[in-house]
């Protein structure tokens, strides 16, 4: 289509929308491509871009007898991972945007950008991705539209999202969609921005490949565009897992969400496998990473994954420590920035089997074994269909999600934090999922042992001022008649030897079978002065190798390990600022006065 053209059809589904069609023909002018496509997300669309991404060397296929429809992708080494110094929130003033975010005007973020995106795609097609974020035609979800000049985008984007006619359908002539801008420009970090302009319900992204910087539907409408919105509208946009759990006499599945800051194993209790002596109990996954919750008409809070793919780590992902992970990979699967073997399938560290003494590695160059290069780079990733995970809930669609009877915050913490501990109350709850952390590694910072606060694992995602986000989580306890009981656990503490207290894994299951029974009052708990913790005895250990002095030691609460938390906890506060909610502050007062 010309972008002067005033209407187009993109399957079945004529494109009359006067605003969309008006801000394509915005943007094609200031990006000047040589021609703009429209995406229909038709299988006969994605198997010529194929071929298309193929022929242009942008994709590598794979041996297809192994990974049917599965290809490889390598991106320009200096555009691996997310930008977070180059991210922006682009609000009226800077409180708004709070100072945990970076800041740029959103005139002075226009003009910035609008002199990159000046004939960035001459020579380029400019792609139009219409898109839905949500099962189509849920109340719930959202409707975005990206323009970008890469292939590689719009292969994503069609795992990824319920992309191309279906999108329009459910838009209509409405104008309440994101406007989403994306060139990859020349891949220069000098170059690079991501912008979001809540109040504009609008992103532009520049000078990145990379995922997480581009598929705008992810990180940037979901979480960041999504937790303005949430707070504007009244739901709650949430870096959160969301798993079904159903036992063996159970009618239908309790559902959970969750958040995990990087590197605290969100995507393996997405997908956990009960251990054997969980017989006839099963786990399902309704999403791994991103959670829309709104309160139902019963007064509980419902959840929706907006996203229809998943866009995981590959290093470390392995059939023991998450089979239905790589289950999902088994076909019709982009990876990149992984190893490739000899034979045309893909490796990295951590994976299933022997080291090949061989491989090519994620920059395209002869690996060998043994080889202080990593073959597949620490941050690649696999996009994967949802609807290959073989515990994909049968729920996962339902436009009007699940409900939500537990949300759990967990972090990466050698000490002090507990391996499970409910809340005394909501705003106890929010208190602890807003002092949430990880401990730094080596390989990390240099440092060993610095906690590093990601409230909510939302630190990197949230769209407006933090402090105002916690108080969003309070005010929504007046609408959840019905509130979901909140938890923290801690999967990684570790005893005076030095090794792991509990074994993770499957075994997490264990504890996620406690938090459920909690939630639905069917088990008691030990009171202490921090929070319920498991009574002697009430977590099922059957079958499992483990010495009731290390399940004591997990479960411990050392007083003063809690002192110095709770120091450090003000630092935090400190950065947060005068927008900190007061009950946060005051729960923390409570809880120093209650250890004296």
């Known amino acids: 289509m010309s972008a002067t053209e005033v209407s187009t059809?993109?399957?079945?589904?004529?494109?009359?929308?006067?605003?969309?069609?008006?801000?394509?023909?915005?943007?094609?002018?200031?990006?000047?491509?040589?021609?703009?496509?429209?995406?229909?997300?038709?299988?006969?669309?994605?198997?010529?871009?194929?071929?298309?991404?193929?022929?242009?060397?942008?994709?590598?296929?794979?041996?297809?007898?192994?990974?049917?429809?599965?290809y490889l992708h390598r991106s320009n080494p200096n555009d691996v991972a997310r930008v977070e110094q180059l991210t922006?929130?682009?609000?009226?003033?800077?409180?708004?945007?709070?100072?945990?975010?970076?800041?740029?005007?959103?005139?002075?973020?226009?003009?910035?950008?609008?002199?990159?995106?000046?004939?960035?795609?001459?020579?380029r097609t400019l792609y139009v991705i219409p898109y839905v974020m949500g099962p189509v035609g849920s109340p719930y979800a959202k409707i975005g539209v990206e323009v970008t000049d890469s292939i590689y985008v719009v292969l994503n984007m069609g795992i990824m999202t319920r992309m191309g006619a279906q999108a329009l359908a459910m838009l209509g002539d409405s104008d309440g969609w994101n406007r989403g801008?994306?060139?990859?420009?020349?891949?220069?970090?000098?170059?690079?921005?991501?912008?979001?302009?809540?109040?504009?319900?609008?992103?532009?992204?520049?000078?990145?490949?990379?995922?997480?910087?581009?598929?705008?539907?992810?990180?940037?409408?979901?979480?960041?565009?999504?937790?303005?919105?949430?707070?504007?509208?009244?739901?709650?946009?949430?870096?959160?897992?969301?798993?079904?759990?159903?036992?063996p006499d159970d009618k239908e599945p309790t559902y959970?969400?969750?958040?995990?800051?990087?590197?605290?194993?969100?995507?393996?209790?997405?997908?956990?496998?009960p251990p054997e002596q969980f017989a006839g109990w099963k786990v399902w996954?309704?999403?791994?990473?991103?959670?829309?919750?709104?309160?139902?008409?019963?007064?509980?809070?419902?959840?929706?994954?907006?996203?229809?793919?998943?866009?995981?780590?590959?290093?470390?992902?392995?059939?023991?420590?998450?089979?239905?992970?790589?289950?999902?990979?088994?076909?019709?699967?982009?990876?990149?920035?992984?190893?490739?073997?000899?034979?045309?399938?893909?490796?990295?560290?951590?994976?299933?089997?022997?080291?090949?003494?061989?491989?090519?590695?994620?920059?395209?160059?002869?690996?060998?074994?043994?080889?202080?290069?990593k073959a597949a780079h620490p941050n690649s990733r696999f996009t994967a269909p949802a609807a290959n995970n073989p515990a994909l809930s049968p729920f996962a669609n339902d436009p009007q999600g699940v409900p939500i009877s537990a949300i759990i915050f967990g972090g990466r913490r050698s000490t002090t934090v507990p391996l499970v501990m409910q809340s005394f109350n909501w705003a106890h709850g929010v208190f602890l999922g807003a002092t949430m952390g990880s401990e730094t590694t080596a390989a990390a910072t240099g440092k060993v042992g610095i906690v590093r606060r990601d409230p909510m694992a939302m630190l990197p995602f949230c769209g407006y001022n933090m402090g105002h986000y916690f108080g969003h989580w309070l005010e929504m306890q007046k609408a959840i008649v019905n509130p979901p009981k909140i938890f923290q656990v801690n999967w990684f503490r570790q005893g005076k030897d030095g090794t792991f207290l509990w074994p993770g894994f499957g075994d997490n299951m264990r504890v996620l079978k406690w938090v459920l029974d909690r939630a639905a009052g069917r088990v008691g708990g030990q009171e202490t002065l921090l929070g319920w913790v498991p009574k002697a005895g009430h977590l099922d250990l059957t079958g499992l190798d483990i010495s009731h002095e290390r399940i004591d030691e997990a479960t411990h609460i050392d007083l003063d390990e809690w002192r110095a938390e709770f120091e450090l906890q003000a630092e935090f506060f400190k950065t947060v600022g005068e927008s900190m909610p007061a009950v946060i502050r005051l729960e923390r007062e409570l809880l120093m006065a209650r250890i004296g």
């Open 88 to 123: 922006f929130i682009c609000t009226p003033t800077k409180d708004e945007a709070g100072p945990t975010n970076n800041w740029m005007a959103p005139d002075a973020a226009y003009e910035k950008l609008a002199k990159l995106f000046d004939g960035a795609m001459k020579g």
């Open 285 to 373: 996954t309704v999403g791994d990473d991103i959670a829309w919750m709104r309160v139902g008409p019963d007064g509980r809070l419902w959840a929706i994954n907006p996203e229809a793919g998943y866009f995981g780590v590959a290093p470390g992902t392995s059939m023991k420590s998450n089979a239905n992970a790589m289950l999902s990979t088994a076909r019709d699967t982009l990876f990149t920035n992984v190893a490739l073997t000899d034979d045309g399938d893909v490796w990295w560290e951590g994976m299933d089997g022997p080291v090949p003494e061989t491989l090519t590695d994620w920059k395209g160059n002869p690996w060998k074994k043994g080889s202080a290069e």
């Open 256 to 273: 959970v969400a969750a958040a995990f800051p990087s590197a605290c194993g969100k995507t393996n209790f997405a997908m956990m496998i």
């Open 9 to 70: 059809t993109v399957g079945s589904v004529k494109v009359s929308n006067p605003g969309l069609l008006q801000w394509v023909r915005e943007m094609a002018a200031m990006c000047k491509p040589d021609r703009v496509v429209w995406v229909d997300g038709s299988a006969q669309e994605k198997k010529v871009l194929t071929e298309q991404a193929v022929a242009e060397g942008v994709l590598i296929p794979l041996n297809q007898e192994k990974r049917p429809g599965c």
């Open 181 to 247: 801008l994306h060139s990859m420009l020349d891949i220069n970090p000098e170059r690079r921005f991501i912008c979001h302009f809540p109040q504009d319900n609008t992103i532009w992204s520049v000078g990145s490949g990379y995922g997480g910087n581009v598929l705008l539907g992810k990180k940037c409408l979901a979480l960041r565009i999504g937790s303005y919105l949430g707070r504007n509208e009244g739901w709650l946009a949430e870096h959160m897992l969301i798993l079904g759990v159903q036992g």
